[in-house]
């Protein structure tokens, strides 16, 4: 189930989030064999002893971020998702600060 399906694709920007996931700790592996599968999301951080683990996903849209965390929240492994953090940046803005170093 998408929730953001109404959420319209935008051009110009850039987003990074990061979650902590929640599996149960027998479906921690297939939990990181299944985000290690999806695109530009990676496993920055994990407790196998929790089940826990941090999770950053990069998308050029508001549409794929959400696409993306939908994912991840309806896994079959997936107990919990909670977004702990999220900024979008112009993709202007970007250019212009790696102009400057």
Known sequence: ???????????DEWHIASLVVQSRVEDFASLHEYLNGLANTSVEASDKDTG????????????????TTD??????????AQLVYHQ???NSTLEHDHSLG
Request: charged fraction near 20%; glycine fraction near 0%; avoid cysteine.
């Open 71 to 80: 994912a991840i929240r309806t896994a079959n492994y997936v107990i919990d």
């Open 88 to 90: 979008m940046v112009n």
């Open 52 to 67: 826990k683990s941090i999770v950053v996903i990069e998308a050029s849209s508001t549409q794929s971020l959400a696409r």
């Open 1 to 11: 189930m998408n929730t953001f399906e109404d959420i319209p694709a935008e051009s």
